[in-house]
Every structure is written in C-alpha cells, then in structure tokens.
C-alpha cells in the first residue's frame, strides 16, 4: 500500500500518527504532506518566512524519520487556503508522483478553515490526478496520470455520514506519544502526553483492543480493524 496523509499544519497528523507508523513498519510506504507551514503560530515571533520554513523542514524530517515516512511541505498560506482548482492541481501532481491507494486528511466540517481547505483539495485532487490534460498543465515535463481507486480517510467527527473504522493501534502508540511529546515541548500545550495517550485508549475500548485511532472512511468496512486496507 501507500498511504498519504494530507494535513494544513504541523502538528494535524498526531491524530494518525500510530496507523501510519503502523503501515510503515509493516514495509507500506507511507508520505506526511503539510499544506502549510503553519507560520502562524505565535512560538515563530518575528522570525522571517525563511526562518519558519528552515524550522518547519526540520519538524518535519524529525516526525517523518520517526515513523519512516516520506514528507513534502507545500507554502498555501497558513489560515489563506482558499480550496481551490490551483492548490488541487499542486497536490494532484504530488498524487501522480506517489501514487496513493489511500489519503487521510481532515474532517470536512471542521471550524478550522485550512483543515476543511485541504480536506477539500486532498477530494478534489482525487478527479484531478486522472486527466492528463489537467496535471499537464503549463508543465516542462509529462506527467502520467494516476487513475486506481484512492480511499479516502477523514478524521473521525460524530457528525459525519460515512461510515466509522477504528484502527488497532497498540504496537505503537509510544512511538506516537513520542511525536506528540515532540509538539507539545514546541508548542508548550495544556494537553500533556499522557491525556493522549489516554484519549487512544478510550478509543481502544470502543473496538475492544488497547488502544486506537478513529476515521470516518467513504466505503463500508467493518468496525474495528489492523490496517486500513
């Protein structure tokens, strides 16, 4: 399999962290995208836009190295997405170059504008990356179109009207809490480490297994699973 997994900010993917790590370790190749930099947020003061990007590139590694994964950063604007036909097509062409048989991303009804935006464009970007014509584009070079089933994967919000899919998540969730333990050093949250790792295990117990992460799927699966496939 591979999986991509298309978040606005640094930070957005901790609610996936452990499915992904999973994936990873069991040989599937998996790849963090970040719409934006996330340069707003007030830890970065007055750096420069290239200070933020040096640092943000470094999170990133840092994060990917951890579970073995691939990243990109794109630079949409951090609260200036707009979820439209250009920031689609950019992550189109990313989906022609990797080729996804999954992509996880954002609740569509989230309050944050960017993660709705990057929901939306990780559903658009789905159509786009099938028409050649599209991902070609004002393009130097031919890019081939990808047209396999790509399954989409949202944040779990109770609202939702997809079908629900818990994901086993017990052989690493340390490795997850770790990353989040990375986030909340930088970001210095209220949210410890320890309260995630409790949020994954009242998860768990709606699948009846340790711990677990929770998605909204646009297909009918059954409950509780190992993987997302």
């Not at 930070?11 to 370790?25: P, V, Y």
């Not at 990356?129 to 991902?135: A, D, G, N, S, Y």
């Amino acid at each position: 399999m591979r999986i991509m997994a298309v978040f606005a900010h640094p930070d957005d993917e901790i609610g996936c962290i452990g499915t992904l790590a999973k994936h990873a370790a069991r040989g599937d190749e998996v790849m963090l995208v970040w719409t934006t930099l996330g340069e707003l947020a007030s830890q970065f003061g007055d750096a420069t836009h290239e200070e933020v990007t040096r640092i943000r590139r470094q999170h990133g590694a840092w994060v990917a190295g951890k579970i073995g994964a691939q990243h990109h950063f794109f630079d949409m604007g951090d609260s200036r997405m707009t979820g439209g036909r250009e920031e689609a097509l950019q992550l189109a062409r990313l989906y022609a170059q990797f080729r996804p048989s999954v992509v996880i991303t954002w609740s569509e009804d989230h309050p944050h504008p960017d993660h709705r935006q990057s929901a939306k464009i990780a559903y658009d970007a789905m159509t786009l990356v099938r028409i050649p014509k599209i991902l070609n584009e004002g393009q130097p070079e031919k890019i081939d179109a990808w047209r396999e089933g790509i399954r989409q994967y949202l944040y779990y919000a109770p609202a939702c009207p997809y079908p629900e899919v818990l994901v086993d998540t017990e052989d690493t969730v340390d490795v997850a809490q770790e990353v989040m333990t990375f986030y909340h050093d930088f970001y210095k949250w209220v949210w410890t480490p320890q309260k995630y790792r409790e949020s994954r295990a009242q998860i768990g117990q709606l699948g009846g297994v340790k711990f677990a992460e929770r998605f909204n799927v646009r297909a009918s699966h059954t409950r509780a699973r190992g993987y997302l496939d």
